[in-house]
Nanobody
Framework: EVQLVESGGGLVQAGGSLRLSCTASGFTFDRATVGWFRQAPGKEVEGVSCMVGYGGKTYYADSVKGRFTISTDYPKNPNTFYLQMTNLKPEDTAVYYC?????????????????WGQGTQVTVSS
């Protein structure tokens, strides 16, 4: 059974940083694309960032380029990937979801990702 468990959300002031973690079980990243999505109140789900395999190609939404970094800690923690968020802005406030799509080997966020975490709230105060 595939499971994704997120941690690391919280409340931070504008300009601050947070790191989200997503620990997966039931599959390995080497043949999957893993990513982060977010949904702000009243808005649609937005693809934030994704990565192919362990340290492969990455994608970032224009709104987070230069501020967010997706990564793994392979081989130390081969089942966990991260989203390091810096210079946070109030418009980054959302519920953040990690997701995984085994078999997808493209750094894209369109279409369906097979597995999703439960979501973690990130709130950035001005």
């Amino acid at each position: 059974e595939v499971q994704l468990v997120e941690s690391g959300g919280g409340l931070v002031q504008a300009g601050g940083s947070l790191r989200l973690s997503c620990t997966a079980s039931g599959f390995t990243f080497d043949r999957a694309t893993v990513g982060w999505f977010r949904q702000a109140p009243g808005k649609e789900v937005e693809g934030v960032s994704c990565m192919v395999g362990y340290g492969g190609k990455t994608y970032y939404a224009d709104s987070v380029k230069g501020r967010f970094t997706i990564s793994t800690d392979y081989p130390k923690n081969p089942n966990t990937f991260y989203l390091q968020m810096t210079n946070l802005k109030p418009e980054d406030t959302a519920v953040y979801y990690c997701a995984a799509d085994p078999g997808r080997l493209l750094a894209t966020m369109e279409g369906n990702y097979d597995y999703w975490g439960q979501g973690t709230q990130v709130t950035v105060s001005s």
